[in-house]
C-alpha cells in the first residue's frame, strides 16, 4: 500500500492527494454519523432502546472532529485505528437477518474512512517535514 499511496502522490503531487484524502475524510465520518444516527433511530423507534445507543456510537466521531478540523496527522492516524472498530461491528451487523446491506454500507463507509484517513496523514506528515 506504501508503494501506492508513494505513486499516486508522484503522480499527482502531494497538496493534491492530501486534499483528495481529506475529503474522503470528511465523506467517511459523514457517511458514517448519517448511518449510525439512522441505526440507532431505527432502534429507538421500534421501542428496543434508549436514545443513549446514538449517543455511544457517535462518540468517536465526534471526539475526533478537532483533530481532522485542524488538519493533525496524529489524530487521523488514531481516527484510522477507531475506524477499524466500525468496520468490525458493519461486519457483525451484516450477519444479522434483513439488515445485510446496512452492514455492508456501514462497512463501506468505514472502511473509506480508513483509507482515507490513513493515507492523509501520510501525505499531510510529508507535507510538513518537507
Same mark, same amino acid.
Given at each position: %500500500?506504501?508503494?501506492?499511496?508513494?505513486? +499516486?502522490?508522484?503522480?499527482?503531487? *502531494?497538496?493534491? @492527494?492530501? #486534499?483528495?484524502?481529506? &475529503? =474522503?475524510?470528511?465523506?467517511?465520518?459523514?457517511?458514517?454519523?448519517?448511518?449510525?444516527?439512522?441505526?440507532?433511530?431505527?432502534?429507538?423507534?421500534?421501542?428496543?432502546?434508549?436514545? %443513549?445507543?446514538?449517543?455511544?456510537?457517535? +462518540?468517536?466521531?465526534?471526539?475526533? *472532529?478537532?483533530? @481532522?478540523? #485542524?488538519?493533525?496527522? &496524529? =489524530?487521523?492516524?488514531?481516527?484510522?485505528?477507531?475506524?477499524?472498530?466500525?468496520?468490525?461491528?458493519?461486519?457483525?451487523?451484516?450477519?444479522?437477518?434483513?439488515?445485510?446491506?446496512?452492514?455492508?454500507?456501514?462497512?463501506?463507509?468505514?472502511?473509506?474512512?480508513?483509507?482515507?484517513?490513513?493515507?492523509?496523514?501520510?501525505?499531510? &506528515?510529508?507535507?510538513?517535514?518537507?
Amino acid at each position: %500500500m506504501r508503494q501506492r499511496l508513494d505513486q +499516486l502522490a508522484s503522480r499527482h503531487g *502531494l497538496s493534491r @492527494v492530501a #486534499t483528495l484524502a481529506r &475529503r =474522503g475524510v470528511w465523506g467517511g465520518m459523514a457517511a458514517l454519523a448519517l448511518l449510525q444516527i439512522f441505526g440507532g433511530w431505527q432502534l429507538y423507534a421500534s421501542g428496543q432502546v434508549d436514545l %443513549m445507543p446514538i449517543a455511544v456510537r457517535l +462518540l468517536p466521531l465526534v471526539l475526533f *472532529l478537532p483533530s @481532522v478540523v #485542524t488538519r493533525r496527522p &496524529r =489524530g487521523h492516524v488514531m481516527l484510522a485505528f477507531v475506524s477499524l472498530l466500525y468496520i468490525l461491528q458493519g461486519l457483525m451487523i451484516a450477519q444479522l437477518p434483513d439488515r445485510l446491506a446496512w452492514g455492508v454500507l456501514e462497512t463501506l463507509a468505514a472502511l473509506v474512512l480508513f483509507v482515507s484517513a490513513a493515507a492523509y496523514a501520510r501525505w499531510r &506528515r510529508q507535507q510538513l517535514t518537507g
